[in-house]
């Protein structure tokens, strides 16, 4: 039987606990401040939004390179030898990182690559529920385990709710005609990832409490989701109070268990301070 390894990159902000239990191996993504590059997770969001408060400066984000997957794959070849690797890859048209682990995986014969068409709690729900099916089947070959994902990844809906477009704004990824007009009519417009991009969604007009009680509503009215596959991710910055709120609220929509992950340096470099998302898996 062979051992399979599983490979994403830190933008998955996979919690620990799951990183831990299923081996699973991550790649990291970086961040630059200050002229100096960081990887993702060696600096926090506190740090990096307390530096944009008091500098301006917002940091830039880039995916994992080459040499980043190189060490990894031969760390993993050199720890268990004769090993499948599974890679299941950050969007692959928002960053190089996919484009980096084929350049990397040229050297090796075991590595087999799929993009998750995810970020963030997107791509490490799809990693989580591939760990559990390659546990509950560990005879079936590579090429089915791809297929599951390439499964999975069109069902997964993940819709986020920045609280602040100033990010997304100093980004580049919003004009400043539409900043100013989204802050003068009090609009918050919601960020879909579609078939891997990221895009603009509904626009809810009001207080960030309307804005995300309509989200939630509108979220399960869309879309069949699997209740038993609801995460949530944070951006630092998001109130206790509000935390509460939509936990409240999502109970009323079925969802039992409430796992609250928080978002790496990367993503909350483009989300910005206090923002919020839903992920799930359509039946």
Known sequence: MKKYILVTESGSDLPKEYVEKYNIH??????????????????????????????????KTSGSNPEDFITMFDK????????????????????????????????????????SKNVSVGLGLIVVETAKFVENNPDKTPEEIVAFVEDLRERVRFVFLPQT????????????????????????????????????????????????RRLVKDYFDRFNIDLDTVKFIQVEGLSEEH??????????????????????????THGGEGAFGIVGIEK
């Open 26 to 59: 991550v790649v990291p993504m970086h961040v630059t401040l200050d002229g100096k590059t960081y990887d993702d997770g060696e600096i926090s969001p506190k740090e990096l939004f307390s530096h944009y408060g008091k500098t301006g400066q917002l940091p």
């Open 76 to 115: 993993i070849n050199q720890e268990y030898p004769g090993c499948e690797i599974i890679y299941i890859a950050y969007s692959s048209v928002t960053t190089v990182s996919y484009n980096s682990a084929k350049i990397a995986a040229e050297n090796y014969d075991n590595i087999h690559m799929v993009d």
């Open 165 to 212: 477009l100033v990010y997304l704004k100093e980004g580049g990824r919003i004009s400043n005609a539409s900043y100013i007009g989204a802050r003068l009519l009090k609009i918050y417009p919601t960020i879909d990832l579609q078939d891997g991009y990221l895009v603009a969604g509904k626009k809810y007009r009001g207080s960030f409490k309307i804005a995300y």
């Open 243 to 268: 935390k509460e709120e939509i936990s409240h609220i999502v109970r009323d929509f079925g969802v039992k268990t409430l796992e609250w992950q928080s978002s790496g340096a990367v993503i909350s």
